[in-house]
């Protein structure tokens, strides 16, 4: 019995300190801590893109990788959920230097969804002009290039990724 009641003592004693160390106040009242700050997390790239447009971006995601960040096609060279090319790396980076613009991207840089988009994202500001939110357009001009939207080969794309927006 006494051992039984010095561990109930025991308990109470570390208990209570645990109570008193989370409740952030001293016996005496005085704050130990001040709460942290809350702090947002950091926006990924989806974040910020309008939800429509998230909408066309993730259903090509879909159609060309399933959402593998990891999918490569060897055939093209193409890699990760966007299945980039090294020809749209290479055109992206003129785009960034055209605009005076400092960043650029490597092969690398494919594989990692975040750049990947913002690839994309830049690729679609650039020549958005042109597609006036058609994103019919805009889909085919990503899978055939520039003039992707006048080749027949984009229209089983564009209707896949049509199906994945449903």
């Not at 971006?57 to 960040?69: L, T």
């Not at 613009?101 to 690398?108: A, D, I, K, M, V």
């Not at 969804?113 to 690839?119: C, T």
């Not at 994202?121 to 006048?150: D, Q, S």
Request: charged fraction near 25%; proline fraction near 4%.
């Amino acid at each position: 019995m006494k051992v039984n009641a010095t561990k109930s003592v025991f308990l109470s004693v570390v208990l209570g300190s645990i109570f008193v160390l989370m409740s952030n106040e001293r016996t005496d009242g005085r704050v130990l801590n001040q709460p942290k700050p809350t702090i947002n997390p950091i926006e990924t790239i989806e974040d910020t893109i309008p939800p429509k447009l998230r909408k066309l971006i993730n259903a090509m995601i879909a159609v060309e990788s399933r959402g593998n960040d990891s999918a490569y096609c060897a055939k093209e060279n193409a890699v990760g959920c966007l299945q980039i090319r090294p020809i749209m790396v290479k055109e992206v980076n003129r785009i960034l230097k055209r605009n005076n613009n400092e960043c650029r991207y490597t092969l690398q840089d494919r594989w990692d969804r975040d750049k990947s988009i913002e690839m994309f994202m830049i690729v679609y500001n650039y020549y958005e002009f042109k597609h006036k939110g058609n994103f019919e357009r805009v889909a085919r001009n990503w899978n055939g290039g520039p003039n992707g939207y006048t080749l027949d080969a984009t229209k089983e794309y564009w209707n896949n990724v049509k199906i994945e927006m449903i």
